[in-house]
């Protein structure tokens, strides 16, 4: 029994409370002997809650103290429920007990030991960002041209390298040819600009910690000993450094807690290794394994359809789940027209849900990627419906948005002095600070523009011929995509931009997973324009009012987090978290599965991330899927996910969006809620003339779908054919 210094723990209590709430097998678990221990469980059965109540458990029923437990999350935010949680289950307030990411955690201690870990004591973390200006900066220094070296795939690569806790003095030399020799070189270069300036970036805090322990015998020792019970949730998401990290500390106590699931192993393609979960049984001879089967999360229709879905993977470790639950209701599957049909319904069902009472926070739309939040944004602006876009940026907040957005600026005006400073030298053309300096002094002695301001420099030649080369380079571009873009369609006019400006191709040299969702999210953008409809203001060209409505949806800002709002997120950011009602967009090939995978061969990490999704839902499932849907200013049509087929039809509701194949509206939807308001066609006929606030005079050449889906061909005599909704486009007949 431990007591040290911790008045109030060291006596065993009723822990009655810890262990009521449990089944047998959780319970099992939460008493498990000292010692190493892998609990693996299918989704919702118990893991997180599992990890708490032993938490509570030592501590109570074994007198711990909690400044001995560490405890690992996948979030900050997961973190601190668990604490809230372990209070209650305490019924009291406790301190001492480290419990965090792994980045938090790891931070903490080199922030104890910096020189240890051979970094000044003020050393400073540098997000991604920062990272990319640093080994922009590497890359000038070597005199490589970011074209034939583009910086973030440097990143990348050297961030593979730290997570797989390789250093560069390490790689092995000699074989590769002259690129992987300078790779090799970029990598040390930046290690010892980091080094010499006291940066530390986020795979450094890791890889800084586990050398620091196997470095420093005193500093190790000491954690070993104090860190008595260990343990680690969403254990099949863990890198090779996290592992190696845990082992070291957990050497001399063995007490090593872990819960994991294959079948969530999401992380793949940052460096996660569910191999660590194989491992685990051979690293640690005589561990416990535990299995939870029962699901207390979500209802037997959506359990059975998730356990479906995931069995078409093969190499599982292979789990039963089951639950008492109800059956619950069929999972609901739209088939949209369009992605706007597809955010209409979403929105729709929000709606109705909420009327029904039910907190808006209670319910999540989920995404496979994160261009695809945009229209439901619109879709809940334009509703007046709150929500928060989770573990990201709401869409034209995106970094990229807002290059893409400052182009578009300086063509309407020169004169946008954030827009100019934003990419001038974006994608880099060899502008830096002290031609910036110039112009910006000039443009504030002459109150003038920084537009303005780098004219007049050019014309005086009042910077280095290299600058001038450079700005003049830049402003002839801008010019040039005005004359190249005058007159074309808004969509049309914002591919051409992102084209010619070169952040396309920017974007597109990236590597990894981030670097594809900013290109999405550009060609979004296009389809955003492309859609664009203008309010009132006729005052405006399109394109200013394009912009504004862009300005406005970001200016409206996040909403809080304790605010009862929507919840939007991609697939990924999901994990863990469970919702009473839950929306799955974009099911369909190429989108989820995405393109690359299918291009891979490698459905099985997509099948298991459709497989989290599903499982977070508790009493009602919605998936849908659009057959139209613009991407890049084109329209194509996607078959549908294959997911969607692994589903076994009796467990699914086909709700068609009205106008498919003369099939009826999705009444059912609304059960026990108000039906939408029928805006219908109001009076419109097809071949008769009706009039649009911009378009003008057109003939009504087609029409589809009914109440708030209804929508009609028009060919309008000036600006050609178009599809409009008509509870939106306010036509009348004449
Ligand atoms: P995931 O794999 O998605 O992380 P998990 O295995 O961690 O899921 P939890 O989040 O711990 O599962 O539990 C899922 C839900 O079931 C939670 O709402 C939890 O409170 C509830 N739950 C778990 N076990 C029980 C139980 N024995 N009795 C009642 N509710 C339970
Ligand atoms: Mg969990």
Redesign the pocket.
């Known amino acids: 029994m431990y007591a040290i210094g911790f008045p109030g723990y060291n006596q065993p209590m009723d822990i009655s409370h810890i262990l009521d ?3 047998k097998a ?1 319970r099992a678990a939460v008493a498990a002997p000292s010692g190493p221990s892998l609990v693996l ?12 109540h032993r938490i509570a458990y030592l501590v109570r029923g074994h007198g711990i103290s909690p400044h001995m437990i560490l405890g690992t999350t996948f979030t900050n935010k997961a973190a601190r429920e668990m604490h809230g949680r372990i209070e209650t289950l305490l019924q009291a307030p406790f301190h001492g007990m480290w419990l965090g990411t792994f980045h938090g955690l790891c931070h903490r201690i080199l922030r104890l030991h910096p020189e240890a870990a051979g970094l000044p004591e003020n050393f400073e973390i540098v997000d991604s960002d920062d990272q990319l200006r640093l080994i922009r900066r590497v890359l000038k220094n070597l005199d490589l041209d970011e074209k034939d070296w583009p910086p973030r795939q440097m990143q990348w690569m050297i961030n593979q390298h730290k997570d797989a806790s390789r250093r560069s003095a390490r790689l092995p030399s000699g074989h590769g040819g002259i690129w992987e020799k300078m790779l090799h070189r970029v990598y040390a270069d930046y290690e010892e600009v980091c080094q010499k300036s006291g940066l530390v970036d986020f795979a450094e805090i890791l890889l800084r910690t586990l050398e620091l322990f196997q470095n420093n015998q005193a500093i190790r020792e000491t954690y070993q000993q104090r860190f008595q019970h260990i343990l680690v ?2 254990f099949q998401d863990t890198n090779t450094v996290q592992y190696q990290w845990l082992q070291v500390l957990s050497a001399r106590h063995r007490n090593l807690f872990v ?1 994991g ?1 294959d079948d ?1 192993s999401i992380y793949g393609w940052r460096g996660a290794k569910v191999e660590n979960i194989l491992s685990f049984e051979k690293d640690f001879p005589g561990a416990n394994v535990l299995r ?1 089967e ?4 979500s209802t037997g229709t959506i359990l059975t359809a998730a356990n479906a879905v995931i069995a078409h993977n093969s190499g599982r470790l292979g789990k039963n789940l089951w639950t008492k639950g109800s059956e619950g209701s069929p999972i609901r599957l739209y088939d949209a027209h369009t992605e706007d049909d597809e955010a209409r319904f979403v929105v729709e069902q929000l709606r109705s849900w909420i009327r029904q009472g039910h907190r808006r926070d209670e319910a999540a739309v989920l995404y496979r990627s994160n261009a695809q939040s945009r229209v439901f944004e619109q879709e809940l602006v334009r509703q007046d419906i709150p929500y928060r876009v989770y573990g990201g940026l709401r869409f034209y907040e995106r970094a990229e948005i807002k290059n893409a957005l400052a182009y578009l600026r300086l063509l309407s005006n020169r004169d946008s002095n954030h827009s100019f400073e934003r990419v001038v030298n974006l994608p880099a053309r060899g502008i830096g600070d002290k031609t910036m300096g110039i112009i910006l002094e000039h443009a504030r002695l002459k109150q003038v523009s920084m537009w303005q301001a780098g004219a007049e420099l050019i014309a005086e030649r009042g910077i280095s011929p290299r600058a001038l080369a450079a700005l003049s380079g830049f402003q002839n571009l801008i010019m040039q995509m005005a004359e190249d873009t005058a007159g074309l369609g808004l969509g049309e006019l914002t591919g051409h931009v992102l084209k010619q400006s070169g952040l396309f191709a920017h974007h597109k040299n990236e590597r990894g997973e981030l670097a594809r969702g900013r290109v999405e999210n550009l060609q979004e953008l296009v389809s955003a324009a492309e859609n664009f409809v203008r309010e009132e203001n006729e005052t405006q060209d399109d394109l200013s009012a394009f912009l504004d409505s862009a300005a406005l949806q970001a200016g409206e800002g996040q909403s809080e987090e304790w605010e009862d709002c929507v919840q939007l997120m991609s697939l990924h950011s999901a ?4 919702f009473p009602l839950v929306f799955i967009c974009g099911m369909e090939e190429g989108r989820f599965p995405n393109q690359k995978s299918l291009e891979e061969g490698s459905l099985e990490e997509e099948r298991r991330l459709c497989y ?1 999704g599903m ?2 839902a ?1 009493q009602q499932l919605v998936m849908s899927r659009a057959r139209r849907r613009w991407q890049y200013g084109q329209s194509h049509v996607n078959p549908a996910s294959r997911f969607l087929a692994e589903i076994p039809g009796e467990y699914v509701e086909r709700i068609r969006s009205p106008g498919w194949d003369g099939a009826e509206s999705g009444e059912v939807l609304f059960r026990g809620g108000t039906p939408p308001q029928t805006a219908g066609f109001d009076g419109i006929r097809l071949g008769h003339q009706v009039r649009h606030r911009k378009f003008g005079a057109g003939t009504v050449v087609g029409m589809e779908g009914q109440g708030i889906h209804a929508r009609v061909q028009v060919h309008f005599a000036d600006a050609g054919m178009k599809w409009l909704i008509c509870s939106y486009a306010n036509l009348e007949p004449i």
């Open positions: 709430p449990l089944n959780q469980a299918g989704a919702g059965s118990g893991k997180t809650r599992v990890l708490t949730d969403e819960v699931d969530q939870l029962q699901n207390y999360r994990k863990g978290l469970e989290v499982t977070r508790m």
